[in-house]
């Protein structure tokens, strides 16, 4: 089994959060399982409820860019009260 990365990087003269993490979906349009756990953790953490996201993808142990997801997510502050 893979082991999970996750990186967050902050880009101070936009406020851009990104989240970048390996995705094991192989669901072309839709992000897997994690990527909800590690929006909660971002937005409960870091009070982030801008977030960029990049799902790596691998077909064969070979990253493949064609499945890879970019995205934008907001969250609303009223659903973490």
Known sequence: MKQEI?????????FQVMLAFYDPSQDLKFPGWPL??????????????NIRIFCYREKKGQADFDRCLIGDVIIPGELLV
Do not use: H, Y
Not at 6 to 14: K, P, T
Not at 38 to 49: D, P, S
């Open 6 to 14: 996750v990186c967050l990087a902050f880009d101070n003269e936009l």
């Open 36 to 49: 909800r756990n590690l929006l909660i953790l971002a937005a409960i953490k870091w009070q982030c409820r």
